[in-house]
């Protein structure tokens, strides 16, 4: 009964930890801060192959090969730093892209004639485990960074345009 205790303590304090982290860079991680006024908009969501180029740069191991190739730590660390930076913000975009897509689904189908039951729980299953991921995901690029990470980030990504076409059909709306 004690390791039952434990580990449930074990698994509320990591889903604590993963809240905390998930709200704090879903607040911050706004592209677009170029100057001052915040007038650059640089986005990485919209089109499908500019995300993919977008994540398999990210989450690759080349750049981090390269800059380890010229011995540099000072470099190493900012490219590290940056990095980050870019995927845990591709991260909390596809995280809130997919929950705004989920709830605007949702409102279309509490009016639906036609919903199909097996549908929306397919569509909310590929939502819990895309955030299920994605917090999986932010949890290993902070520990770890992202390089090496591509295969982690690609099933994301996968499993957001589940999502995004899943909606279409599933209730008899569509919602983009």
Do not use: N
């Amino acid at each position: 009964m004690a390791y039952f205790s434990i580990a449930a303590a074990l698994l509320l304090f990591g889903v604590l930890g993963l809240h905390i982290l998930r709200s704090k860079y879903e607040t911050d991680t706004r592209i677009g801060d170029c100057s001052a006024a915040g007038t650059c908009d640089v986005r990485f969501g919209d089109d499908i192959h500019v995300a993919q180029q977008v994540m398999s740069r990210v989450f690759s191991t080349e750049d981090a090969e390269f800059v380890a190739s010229l011995e540099s730590s000072e470099l190493e660390r900012l490219v590290v730093q940056e990095r980050k930076k870019l995927a845990l913000q591709w991260v909390a975009r596809k995280s809130r892209e997919a929950r705004r897509i989920v709830r605007e689904h949702a409102q279309a189908s509490r009016t639906a004639q036609d919903l199909q039951v097996l549908g929306e729980l397919q569509l909310l299953a590929h939502y819990l485990e895309l955030r299920a991921l994605c917090g999986l995901l932010v949890i290993l690029v902070m520990a770890l960074g992202p390089a090496g990470m591509h295969r982690l980030a690609a099933e994301a990504d996968t499993l957001f345009l589940r999502i995004r076409s899943g909606t279409v059909g599933t209730a008899g709306v569509t919602v983009s």
